[in-house]
């Protein structure tokens, strides 16, 4: 009778924890306890891994084998643990070395006929394990890519138990049947969809606008009739924003590893990622949530890119304000009774919105007043005023279109440019905790970074005639440095203030 000892990771949220999976093998009728707030999936590894080993060629051990998950009090979900488990079983009947598997970290599903599934959730799996101390990772083959992407974890991919079995025992590996068939599934990746800010025509006011949301992350308005390109111009601002930096792009993937959205073929996510939720997203669809399982939400797959919400004003008014709090800290906590997970949500917000209920707006609207004040008003205000860029766009004339096909900025053209303007607010911002403007806390921002009284009287006047808050003048400030790095300044003038101050309150022409 025996005794072993290997370890796996259990995922909340992001955050991934050690867990010693201890399996003992001693007296009593044949049968595999598993003890250690397992879920329901995880019960269920009995059966597989069972049928796993036997079709593998293992001889399943005699007697009673206790599976023990520790930490106990810590929940454990999902079916990673199964390659795990399987391996401790058998080094406890001694079929395979103990000093072969001890030090490694398991994660892999198992089929019955003993090949390694990839699981979800790989990246912060193994990125919290390397911080722990346990640099050596066994995955399933589909996982290898996104566990190398960790560095200093050395990653030793398997397809199926036998091949990890024959590896401890010293024996030659060759190419298995299901290596084979593992290459020749793998999915050809999708081609991606080429947009460019040159695609839009027209619109030189909201063009200017998401120009400034990308260089000072601020947070964007468009209201307007269909077909004024409302949401061509969101779909293309990830296209101006700045690459991801590595930090921020092992970052960004190991949120989408966790929601098992990472795309085909690429593991790493290293352009700014976009979330476009249907306007019948629940709250917690949009800020993340589950029961067994807490999920990332929109909030969270759209941290370090854009958050689009098209048809602002159908959305669940509780759905909108729930956005109020990730807005100003950038993370997203999740409570449960089991656990709590916390989320990154740094994200640029881009709403778009018709100015009424029919969507023709001006005189040819046939919406009576009181239903165009109450579609509108479901865009709460303490949400709007966090918005920084509010642009009301206009229907363009064929003249129009056919004058500016040749005067349109590409995106290349238009991101050197929000490229350079971060660059100046980083470098202005190299002794702080923040990156861009639109991150200053207000209280900070005049602090640290003031600004002439000339250009601050026009603020001044519009908060004595109770025209915008005090969050809107510190929102307003933000933009007007925006403004200053674009041009090249090394502060805000009064034009660039009087121009914030006209795109914060909708007035921008």
């Known amino acids: 009778m025996g005794l072993a000892r290997v370890r796996s990771m259990a995922l909340i949220g992001v955050d991934g924890h050690i867990v010693e999976v201890e399996a003992h093998i001693g007296d009593g009728p044949a049968g595999l306890t598993l003890v250690g707030l397992p879920d329901t999936a995880l019960r269920e590894a009995r059966d597989r891994i069972r049928a796993a080993l036997v079709n593998s060629g293992e001889r399943w051990p005699e007697g009673h084998i206790t599976v023990s998950l520790s930490p106990a009090s810590l929940p454990k979900r999902g079916s990673g643990f199964d390659l795990a488990i399987a391996a401790a079983v058998i080094a406890a009947d001694g079929a395979i070395p103990v000093e072969g598997v001890q030090n490694s ?38 996982n290898a890519d996104e566990a ?31 290596d084979e068939e593992t290459e020749s599934a793998a999915p050809a990746p999708r081609p991606a969809r080429h947009l460019d800010l040159a695609d839009v025509l027209g619109q030189p006011v909201a063009r200017r606008a998401v120009e400034i949301a990308a260089a000072g992350g601020h947070h964007l308005m468009l209201v307007g009739p269909p077909g004024t390109g409302k949401s061509l111009l969101a779909e293309r601002l990830p296209t101006i924003l700045p690459p991801l930096s590595q930090a921020e792009a092992i970052e960004v993937t190991a949120v989408h590893s966790v929601a098992g959205e990472l795309p085909e073929g690429s593991p790493l996510v290293d352009r700014p990622p976009f979330c476009a939720p249907h306007h019948t997203a629940t709250r917690a669809a949009m800020v993340g949530g589950g029961s067994s399982r807490l999920h990332p939400g929109c909030v969270s797959l759209a941290h370090r890119g854009c958050l689009f919400l098209d048809e602002a004003p159908e959305f669940d008014r509780n759905v909108l304000d729930s956005l109020r709090q990730p807005l100003e800290s950038g993370e997203v906590t999740v409570s449960r009774v089991a656990a709590t997970a916390l989320f990154p949500a740094r994200f640029l917000l881009v709403l778009a919105a018709n100015p ?46 056919l004058a500016d096909r040749a005067f349109a900025e590409s995106s290349a053209t238009v991101g050197e440019r929000v490229v350079q303007a971060r660059e100046r607010a980083a470098k202005r911002l190299a002794a702080t ?13 005049r602090r640290r970074f003031p600004v002439a009284s000339d250009a601050l009287r026009l603020l001044g006047a519009a908060l004595d005639r109770g ?43």
């Open 148 to 178: 190398r992407l960790v560095p200093d974890a050395e990653v030793e991919p398997t397809a199926s138990l036998a091949e990890l079995f024959a590896r401890l025992r010293g024996h030659p590996v060759e190419l298995s049947l299901f």
């Open 105 to 142: 970290v398991f994660l892999a599903e198992l089929g019955l006929d003993g090949r390694t599934r990839a699981v979800t959730g790989v990246l912060p799996a193994v990125l919290s394990g390397v911080r722990a101390g346990y640099p050596s990772f066994v995955v399933a083959r589909g």
């Open 467 to 509: 025209e915008v808050s005090a969050r809107g003048v510190d929102r307003a400030l933000r933009v007007a440095w925006t403004l200053a790095d674009l041009a090249g300044r090394g502060e805000p003038g009064i034009d660039d203030t009087a121009y914030a101050f006209a795109l914060w309150s909708g007035r921008a022409q």
């Open 433 to 445: 905790p923040w990156s861009t403007n639109a991150e200053i806390p207000g209280a900070e921002l």
């Open 356 to 401: 009424c209920p029919c969507g023709k707006g001006g005189p040819a609207c046939v919406c009576p007043s009181v239903r165009r004040r109450r579609y509108l008003a479901r865009l709460s205000g303490p949400l709007l005023d966090r918005v920084d860029l509010k642009v009301e766009l206009q229907p363009v004339a064929n003249a129009e279109l």
